[in-house]
């Protein structure tokens, strides 16, 4: 059925490709009563003349845009994590099975779907993304220029700021044992380590600039741990929220919730499952650290529970543990419009 029209298809899977795409296109009963291929520039119109359906479609690079794309046409479009499409994969593996298993996956009641993201939440997302980069870059960039010098007998402390005090220091010091050539190449290593450092400040403050004027990233901003990176990096990420029942779903989607492995009715917890999003399931750990450090607990309701859990485990557990509960506030303000974190005194018993 390569070239006819789309008829009587009520669900379409898509198997993307970088120039060619394969679909399935299934009735309402589930049965596949049509296959396509086109090339990209043809998929589009493809969609914007067939009749209003279902599209099921994998989560990887470009679904996002194809997705925003077929709403447009007044189609329902679902993306798919992957590892939850390989079950319907019938027999050997091909682009046109592999978009058969998509459709049928698409209409299970129970799928787990990724969140169709705005084309400013993928903005956000792109500037988080640069900069981690660059931040990553840096630090290999830092840890290379020291082993270099290790090798002419040269420590440095580690450290962002005291390589960046001892460098200069170490260029300019004529008695240590560094090479003519060895200062040079250190020289513009240290050149390239202050470029990087400008690029990271301008996304930095562009970033920031966002959550000043987000009012969604403001209200998250009075979260105890939550500043403009990581009220940002959940707007693009998680969005208004709605996609989760809960605040414990949002936690568990982050990764900050037990794995489980219970069987015969005994139930056994184990460490966090790290699932879902890394970086920022990171920036959350590092904002409920710094809480942990700083908070001033006879200030905030949140710190008699961190001095409770304190006293019964270890402060890493304490920090995760931390780190979900600034995870389900966030939620409760994504959901509820004008809502904020609200300071209260601990209650004294």
């Not at 993306?79 to 593996?93: D, E, G, H, L, R």
């Not at 990764?255 to 879902?276: A, D, E, M, N, W």
């Not at 409770?308 to 600034?326: D, G, S, W």
Request: hydrophobic fraction near 40%.
């Amino acid at each position: 059925m390569a070239n006819r029209e789309p008829t009587n298809v009520a669900v379409y899977g898509v198997d993307l490709g970088k120039n060619v795409f394969h679909i399935a296109g299934a009735d309402a009963d589930g049965a596949i009563i049509g296959n396509w291929k086109f090339r990209r520039d043809k998929l589009l119109q493809f969609f914007r003349e067939a009749q209003p359906a279902l599209i099921g479609m994998e989560a990887c690079p470009g679904s996002q845009w194809l997705a925003r794309h077929l709403q447009t046409f007044g189609h329902r479009v679902r993306i798919i994590p992957a590892q939850f499409v390989k079950p319907y994969v019938k027999s050997n593996k091909n682009d046109v099975i592999d978009a058969a298993a998509i459709a049928e996956a698409v209409t299970r009641p129970t799928m787990r779907f990724v969140e169709i993201k705005t084309e400013t939440q993928a903005e956000l997302q792109a500037l988080h993304r640069i900069r981690d980069r660059m931040v990553t870059g840096r630090t290999r960039l830092i840890c290379q220029m020291r082993a270099l010098c290790i090798e002419f007998g040269v420590a440095i402390h580690q450290g962002v700021g005291k390589f960046k005090a001892d460098m200069p220091r170490v260029l300019a010091n004529e008695e240590n044992d560094l090479t003519p050539m060895m200062r040079r190449l250190l020289g513009d290593l240290f050149g390239d380590l202050r470029h990087l450092e400008e690029r990271i400040t301008e996304v930095t403050r562009e970033i920031e600039a966002n959550a000043a004027q987000d009012e969604r990233s403001r209200r998250l901003m009075t979260v105890p741990g939550i500043g403009p990176l990581i009220a940002t990096a959940i707007l693009a990420s998680a969005g208004d929220g709605r996609q989760f029942r809960t605040a414990r779903d949002m936690a568990a989607w982050l990764g900050l919730v037990p794995r489980q492995h219970s069987t015969g009715g005994k139930t056994t917890l184990l460490g966090i499952s790290r699932r879902g999003n890394r970086y920022l399931r990171r920036l959350l750990i590092h904002g409920a650290r710094s809480c942990v450090i700083h908070l001033d607990r006879s200030r905030d309701r949140l710190g008699a529970w961190i001095d409770t859990l304190q006293k019964r485990m270890h402060i890493n557990k304490v920090t995760v543990a931390l780190a979900a509960k600034i995870a389900r506030v966030a939620w409760v303000i994504l959901n509820r419009p004008g809502a904020t974190y609200e300071r209260r005194d601990p209650t004294v018993a």
